[in-house]
């Protein structure tokens, strides 16, 4: 048997086990594949040249041979082209030095929106903000505060207790930031001029209009001679600030625990500017906010000399304030983080 035969085998062994996936230079490896068995001085070309000198009865066989390889060498080409076809589509689809598509920025939620203008406005007065525990005892949530021993807000049906029991100093979520102002009475001596902003907790059920997580802002104010004059000429400001300077207010006498005299804060309703509508429900007012005078007994549980001091407080719903502003008709919408609603105050910083 010619000896070319042998050679030709395995030359087709070499390109048979000749892999792509080895290559570490791909276009570069094709290419010189290509140019040793297929090139005009390649194998192939040379070993035609010496098919030339085969004996006759020899060519068959030989010439089949040679065109098996010649063959195996294409179909590797080909092979190599799909594959790296293939595999380019892939290495695109993963380009990581493609540009990304952005994440998109969050906003500020419309709540803290509207805290930090009350915020702001208070501070642009002198008032600083303090902060404190959302678990408080009963001392500073209700006792130091003037709250008689049977009044209802001590109820289970209205506040979360963490602890109540016998005997034992009673421990609940607050119920109001009011708690912040016997706090900070307890260690500060007057002046004394701070807004407490933060969450409370009520044991309600869950409406359009009521929620058992809401956020309070309390505002306290105690130096010699505070008067009501001062408490009135700060609430016209912050609804002013706040709702701008066409807005009225009127007090209406009430009643807390910690205030005396205590009134509510009505504003002249923002939306229809005090002619009446569905918001105001006809009556051309808002109801904003409680205040009042601090109950003498509020400061002497505190350690502050009624008889040298008084002091004005006042507390607002924040949940309340932005619902009016921008006209939010159900609670629940604040903490559903349903976009369609958050990006409607993107703008709003
Ligand atoms: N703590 C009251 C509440 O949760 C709000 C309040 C009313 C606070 C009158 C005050 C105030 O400081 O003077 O409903």
Excluded at 191 to 199: D, K, L, S, T
Aim: aromatic share 10%; net charge negative; proline share 4%.
């Amino acid at each position: 048997m010619n000896p070319l035969k042998d050679k030709i085998q395995a030359y087709i062994e070499d390109i048979q086990a000749t892999s792509i996936e080895k290559f570490q230079d791909r276009a570069a490896e094709v290419e010189m594949f290509r140019v040793k068995y297929l090139g005009k001085k390649g194998i192939i070309s040379d070993l035609f040249e010496q098919f030339k000198a085969v004996p006759n009865d020899e060519k068959k066989d030989l010439g089949k041979a040679l065109n098996m390889l010649k063959v195996a060498a294409m179909d590797k080409i080909e092979e190599f082209k799909s594959f790296v076809e293939e595999h380019e589509a892939e290495e695109q689809a993963h380009d990581l030095t493609m540009p990304t598509d952005f994440a998109q920025l969050g906003s500020r939620h419309v709540l803290s929106v509207v805290l930090n203008e009350i915020t702001d406005i208070f501070s642009r007065i002198g008032f600083t903000v303090a902060e404190s525990v959302e678990i408080e005892d009963d001392w500073h949530l209700f006792s130091a505060l003037n709250f008689p021993p049977d009044h209802p807000a001590r109820d289970m049906q209205d506040t979360f207790f963490v602890e109540k029991e016998e005997g034992k100093q009673e421990v609940a979520l607050r119920t109001h930031t009011s708690s912040v102002q016997v706090r900070v009475m307890e260690k500060t001596k007057p002046p004394i001029r701070i807004i407490a902003p933060g969450r409370v907790f009520r044991n309600e059920a869950i409406s359009a209009r009521a929620h058992c997580i809401f956020h309070q802002v309390e505002a306290l104010y105690v130096d010699k001679n505070v008067s009501f004059a001062d408490l009135k000429q700060t609430l016209l400001y912050f609804a002013k600030e706040m709702f701008g300077e066409q807005t009225q207010i009127r007090l209406r006498p009430s009643y807390f625990p910690f205030t005396e005299p205590s009134a509510e804060m009505d504003i002249s309703c923002s939306v229809c500017g005090g002619k009446g509508c569905n918001i105001c429900k006809g009556t051309g007012w808002l109801e904003i906010l409680g205040c009042g005078m601090v109950d003498p007994n509020v400061l002497q549980a505190c350690g502050i000399d009624p008889k040298e001091y008084t002091g004005f407080a006042l507390g607002m719903g924040v949940e309340r304030m932005a619902m009016l502003k921008y006209q939010i008709r159900d609670l629940r919408l604040y903490f559903e983080n349903d976009l369609r609603f958050l990006k409607q105050f993107e703008a709003i910083v």
